[in-house]
């Protein structure tokens, strides 16, 4: 659109121009005289003059002021007019005086008047009217050209506006068209920013979920060990440390415990050795184990325990009612159930007499022949369904005779196949390492081994404990 604008002007100057020049040449073409005409003229009026005077005709007059009167209006010269009408006056004259002269007539000052009257006024009108005839001419010239002028001006001027409009809606359209290439340019960027923002805020929130997953996965795990932590301190503080041998050397000892492989959890597996009485002639022998793994069931263990512990060392007249007691006890505050062996072993005698309360039946490997493992079968249920009353039983031990009691971690172990070790086999593994050792340290060792290897491609899926109590000969 800028370029519009000095164009139209331009050409509007232009045409200022032209115009002028045309009104300055109108004015400066005025008719010139034909100075060939002029001079043949003035020629054949002196001549006719001369013949006239000496002719002494009169008509040569006449026929002169005719001539004249031609000539003037031929020419259209109002010059020629005026240089002919005075020549012709002048010859009037003196052809009136001439006349006076040779006719010897009188001389009437009239009749010259009114002919120089007439013949000048003659002179005047054709004078004036070549003049106003040049002047309506030029005009009439002058307007055609100006009206030609005006309609190549006007013409120009449609042209330019044409132009002009063709111009503006070019520009407009190219205008329309930036304006919309710009529109749809900055839709694009406004989308690209706002898929960048979305994309960015995507990133974010993933980076926060996974920041706060991260948070969550790290807090679970902390817990998790705290709860582990918790779990193996209570599982620990319920396990004691079980000497070799107890008793100056009456009774041998072997404990092990070996949590599931299948996750890190501490269960409820557990076992203790305890002198009761004075004289350290009763020893308890106590395994069990609660329904469960973790916290919970260490809380579980440490309470089945500490309760036993304290009606044991109290002083009950028997395991059965050392039981009974310990059941009632903890009834209200039990969350599952728990088997339990409660043995107590007089050294002096040997007898062993036990309660136990739905646990794996313990094994006893006897001296004189350790390929025919024994089982002390359950005297009662579990803790935990609400049954208050047990009973005992009792077994002699004789010098070199053995009691293994275990969990059912070690009965349940499966081989590759699916078959389950079971009691068993259990027993079959520890005559035969009964035999080749009498250390119950190295036996509890190769015992939890070989039942290891047992399940080797599936794994133990339960916690193991086991106690071995070998009652030794005096020496």
Same mark, same amino acid.
């Given at each position: 659109?800028n370029t519009?604008?000095p164009?139209?002007?331009r050409e509007l100057?232009?045409?200022?121009d032209?115009?002028?020049?045309v009104s300055d040449e109108t004015?400066?073409?005025q008719?010139t005289?034909?100075?060939?005409?002029?001079?043949?003229?003035?020629l054949l009026?002196l001549?006719?003059?001369?013949?006239?005077?000496?002719?002494d005709?009169?008509?040569?007059?006449?026929?002169?002021y005719?001539?004249?009167?031609a000539?003037t209006?031929?020419?259209?010269?109002?010059a020629?007019t005026?240089?002919i009408?005075?020549?012709?006056?002048?010859?009037?004259?003196?052809s009136h005086?001439d006349?006076?002269?040779k006719?010897?007539?009188d001389?009437?000052?009239f009749?010259?008047?009114?002919g120089?009257f007439?013949?000048?006024?003659?002179g005047v009108?054709?004078w004036?009217q070549?003049?106003v005839?040049q002047?309506l001419?030029?005009?009439?010239?002058?307007?055609?050209q100006l009206?030609?002028?005006?309609r190549?001006?006007?013409?120009a001027?449609?042209?330019?506006e044409?132009r002009?409009?063709?111009n503006?809606e070019?520009?407009e359209?190219?205008?329309r068209r930036?304006?919309?290439e710009?529109a749809g340019?900055?839709?694009? =960027?406004q989308?690209a920013m706002?898929q960048?923002?979305e @994309?960015?805020l995507?990133? !974010?929130? *993933? +980076?926060?979920r996974? #920041?706060?997953?991260?948070?969550?996965e790290?807090?679970?795990?902390?817990d998790?060990?705290?709860v582990?932590n918790l779990?193996?301190?209570?599982?620990?503080?319920?396990?004691?440390?079980v000497?070799?041998?107890?008793?100056?050397?009456?009774i041998?000892?072997g404990a092990?415990?070996?949590p599931?492989?299948?996750?890190?959890h501490?269960?409820?597996?557990f076992y203790d050795?305890?002198s009761?009485?004075t004289?350290?002639r009763?020893?308890g022998l106590v395994?069990g184990?609660v329904?469960g793994?973790?916290?919970?069931a260490a809380?579980?263990?440490?309470?089945?325990t500490?309760?036993l512990? =304290?009606?044991a060392?109290?002083?009950?007249?028997?395991p @059965?009612?050392v039981?009974? !007691?310990v *059941? +009632?006890a903890?009834d #209200?505050?039990?969350?599952?159930f728990?088997?339990?062996f409660?043995?107590v072993l007089d050294?002096e005698t040997g007898r062993l007499?036990?309660?136990n309360?739905?646990?794996?039946?313990?094994i006893?490997?006897?001296a004189?022949d350790?390929?025919?493992p024994?089982?002390?079968?359950s005297t009662?249920?579990i803790l935990?369904?609400g049954?208050m009353e047990f009973e005992?039983?009792?077994?002699?031990?004789?010098?070199?005779?053995?009691?293994?009691?275990?969990?059912?971690g070690l009965?349940?172990a499966?081989a590759e196949?699916?078959?389950l070790?079971?009691w068993?086999?259990?027993?079959?593994?520890a005559s035969?390492?009964?035999q080749?050792?009498?250390?119950?340290?190295?036996?509890?060792?190769?015992?939890?081994r070989?039942?290891?290897?047992?399940a080797t491609?599936?794994?133990?899926?339960?916690?193991?404990a086991?106690?071995i109590a070998r009652?030794?000969?005096v020496?």
């Amino acid at each position: 659109m800028n370029t519009v604008a000095p164009q139209t002007d331009r050409e509007l100057a232009e045409l200022s121009d032209q115009t002028s020049a045309v009104s300055d040449e109108t004015s400066v073409s005025q008719p010139t005289p034909n100075l060939a005409l002029l001079v043949f003229n003035i020629l054949l009026l002196l001549g006719i003059f001369a013949a006239d005077i000496r002719a002494d005709e009169r008509f040569h007059v006449s026929v002169l002021y005719n001539v004249c009167i031609a000539l003037t209006l031929w020419s259209w010269r109002p010059a020629w007019t005026v240089a002919i009408t005075s020549a012709s006056i002048v010859m009037r004259i003196i052809s009136h005086l001439d006349d006076v002269h040779k006719h010897t007539t009188d001389f009437n000052p009239f009749n010259l008047f009114v002919g120089i009257f007439v013949h000048a006024l003659a002179g005047v009108l054709i004078w004036r009217q070549i003049v106003v005839q040049q002047r309506l001419e030029s005009h009439l010239l002058l307007a055609g050209q100006l009206e030609k002028e005006k309609r190549q001006q006007e013409e120009a001027l449609l042209e330019a506006e044409r132009r002009t409009r063709y111009n503006l809606e070019h520009a407009e359209e190219q205008t329309r068209r930036h304006t919309a290439e710009l529109a749809g340019a900055l839709a694009e =960027a406004q989308d690209a920013m706002r898929q960048a923002q979305e @994309a960015t805020l995507r990133e !974010r929130a *993933a +980076r926060l979920r996974e #920041a706060d997953a991260r948070e969550r996965e790290l807090k679970a795990f902390r817990d998790l060990e705290r709860v582990k932590n918790l779990s193996v301190a209570l599982h620990h503080a319920v396990l004691p440390e079980v000497p070799s041998e107890i008793a100056g050397g009456r009774i041998h000892l072997g404990a092990r415990y070996a949590p599931a492989e299948r996750d890190s959890h501490i269960g409820g597996d557990f076992y203790d050795v305890m002198s009761l009485g004075t004289g350290d002639r009763y020893f308890g022998l106590v395994i069990g184990d609660v329904a469960g793994h973790g916290v919970e069931a260490a809380a579980q263990t440490a309470l089945v325990t500490t309760t036993l512990r =304290a009606y044991a060392l109290e002083g009950a007249e028997s395991p @059965a009612e050392v039981m009974t !007691r310990v *059941a +009632r006890a903890i009834d #209200a505050q039990l969350d599952s159930f728990v088997s339990l062996f409660f043995g107590v072993l007089d050294i002096e005698t040997g007898r062993l007499v036990y309660c136990n309360a739905g646990h794996e039946p313990p094994i006893i490997l006897t001296a004189d022949d350790p390929g025919k493992p024994l089982a002390l079968q359950s005297t009662g249920v579990i803790l935990g369904i609400g049954i208050m009353e047990f009973e005992e039983s009792q077994y002699f031990l004789r010098p070199g005779d053995a009691i293994l009691m275990m969990t059912d971690g070690l009965t349940e172990a499966r081989a590759e196949g699916g078959n389950l070790l079971g009691w068993d086999g259990v027993a079959a593994m520890a005559s035969n390492r009964y035999q080749q050792t009498f250390d119950m340290q190295i036996l509890a060792d190769t015992l939890l081994r070989d039942v290891r290897e047992y399940a080797t491609r599936v794994r133990l899926t339960d916690d193991v404990a086991l106690l071995i109590a070998r009652f030794a000969e005096v020496d």
